[in-house]
């Protein structure tokens, strides 16, 4: 969905700059609170379901990350969270109000960064930002806001001739034009190389550290791994896990991976027998071992090699990664939801 950015900061030339600033100063006395809460959200295009019940809750001063495969019902629940979709059933709560019915100032609480959107033809970074904070009646300043995307130093350049990263943080700028308390990131580093990648997470956990909660949709495992307190995963339109990064889908209680190489003279029988059990042979000498007891095992296998002369120069000790953990749990929820449409 692309939509200029100008539409979704219009409403709020209509706030009431008294009932934001009691709605922020309840916020700041209230940092535990569920700023998002959802609960039996269901929303059908004709006879398909593409949200099927699914409950969440988004706490305040938090990153979220709502990961998902494309057609999982992600974007459908993010746009209702947004107030640009109504829902089929349940109960939506963002700020306190059902986005669906808020009244005018709730929109300037809320920030949005598109996956795609356009900039404003013929005007500076600088100008873009007076322009948007024009539409509040209490916005951020504009040199605040600059410095806290790291755009100060392209301030007085066209907006249409900044790079992609950069472009992308000054779409960060224009959601925050309003000083809102929460704020969506689509996709914010689609297409960036490695180096734009990391300046962009580093503005969004800045985005944490002065108090603002983030909802964030992204396919880069390591992205949520990096920015996200806790995750939720969507696949079929069901929530299927949720967790922090280290626990989400039981991935902090998975057998670790002990990898290494074995000497020409050695096989996966001459191991420590506990070892030579659990071993399985990768081809050219490499063995793979599961274990839930690392330690042990590596004392185990260090002693052996020891006693037989050799170093285990490859040796090697993994967890499963977020990636791994994550297609996990979406393709067997694609799996177990098509066996159930053939039936």
């Given at each position: 969905?692309?939509?200029?950015?100008?539409?979704?900061t219009v409403?709020?030339?209509?706030t009431n700059?008294?009932?934001?600033?009691m709605a922020?100063?309840?916020a700041?006395n209230?940092?535990?609170e569920?700023?998002?809460?959802v609960?039996?959200?269901?929303?059908?295009?004709g006879?398909?379901?593409a949200?099927?019940?699914?409950?969440l809750?988004?706490?305040?001063?938090?990153?979220?990350?709502f990961?998902?495969?494309?057609?999982a019902?992600?974007t459908?629940t993010?746009?209702i969270?947004?107030?640009?979709?109504?829902?089929?059933?349940?109960?939506?709560?963002?700020?306190?109000?059902?986005?669906?019915?808020?009244?005018?100032h709730?929109?300037e609480?809320i920030?949005?960064v598109?996956?795609?959107s356009?900039?404003?033809p013929?005007?500076?970074?600088?100008e873009c930002l007076?322009?948007y904070s024009?539409?509040?009646?209490?916005?951020?300043?504009?040199?605040?806001?600059l410095a806290?995307v790291?755009?100060?130093?392209q301030a007085d350049?066209r907006?249409?001739s900044?790079s992609?990263?950069q472009?992308?943080?000054?779409?960060v700028?224009l959601?925050?034009a309003g000083d809102?308390?929460?704020?969506?990131?689509?996709e914010p580093?689609t297409?960036?190389?490695?180096?734009?990648r990391r300046?962009?997470?580093?503005?969004?956990?800045?985005?944490r550290e002065i108090?603002?909660?983030?909802?964030?949709?992204?396919?880069?495992?390591?992205?949520?791994?990096?920015l996200?307190?806790?995750i939720?995963v969507?696949?079929?339109g069901?929530?299927?896990?949720?967790g922090?990064?280290?626990?989400?889908g039981?991935?902090?209680?998975?057998?670790?991976?002990?990898s290494?190489?074995?000497?020409?003279?050695?096989s996966?029988?001459?191991?420590p027998?506990p070892?030579?059990?659990?071993a399985?042979?990768q081809?050219?000498?490499?063995?793979?071992i599961e274990?839930?007891?690392?330690?042990?095992?590596?004392?185990?296998l260090?002693?052996?090699?020891?006693?037989?002369?050799?170093?285990?120069?490859?040796?090697?000790?993994t967890?499963?990664t977020?990636e791994d953990?994550y297609?996990s749990?979406?393709q067997s929820?694609?799996?177990?939801?098509?066996?159930?449409s053939?039936r």
């Open positions: 969905m692309t939509v200029p950015p100008a539409v979704l409403a709020g030339m209509l700059s008294l009932e934001v600033a922020q100063r309840q700041a209230t940092p535990n569920a700023v998002i809460a609960r039996g959200l269901r929303k059908r295009y006879s398909d379901e949200v099927r019940g699914i409950d809750e988004v706490r305040r001063g938090e990153i979220f990350a990961l998902g495969p494309n057609g019902g992600k459908t993010v746009e969270l947004e107030g640009f979709r109504t829902a089929t059933a349940g109960t939506v709560e963002v700020l306190g109000a059902d986005p669906a019915n808020a009244p005018a709730w929109r609480r920030g949005v598109l996956q795609e356009q900039a404003e013929g005007l500076t970074v600088r007076q322009l024009g539409y509040y009646r209490a916005p951020r300043p504009v040199d605040e806001t806290l790291g755009l100060r130093e350049q907006a249409t900044l992609g990263g472009r992308r943080r000054l779409d700028a959601a925050l809102p308390e929460l704020v969506f990131l689509d580093t297409g960036f190389d490695p180096s734009a300046l962009a997470w580093e503005v969004i956990a800045g985005l108090g603002k909660t983030v909802f964030l949709t992204t396919h880069y495992m390591d992205e949520a791994e990096r996200a307190d806790r939720a969507i696949a079929a069901r929530i299927v896990a949720s922090t990064p280290q626990t989400l039981d991935r902090n209680l998975s057998a670790a991976r002990i290494l190489t074995l000497p020409h003279d050695a996966i029988r001459d191991l027998e070892l030579a059990e659990r399985q042979g081809g050219g000498g490499h063995v793979l274990s839930h007891t690392v330690a042990a095992d590596l004392h185990a260090s002693g052996w090699a020891l006693a037989r002369g050799f170093d285990l120069d490859d040796l090697d000790v967890r499963p977020l953990v297609l749990l979406t929820e694609t799996a177990t939801e098509t066996a159930r053939q």
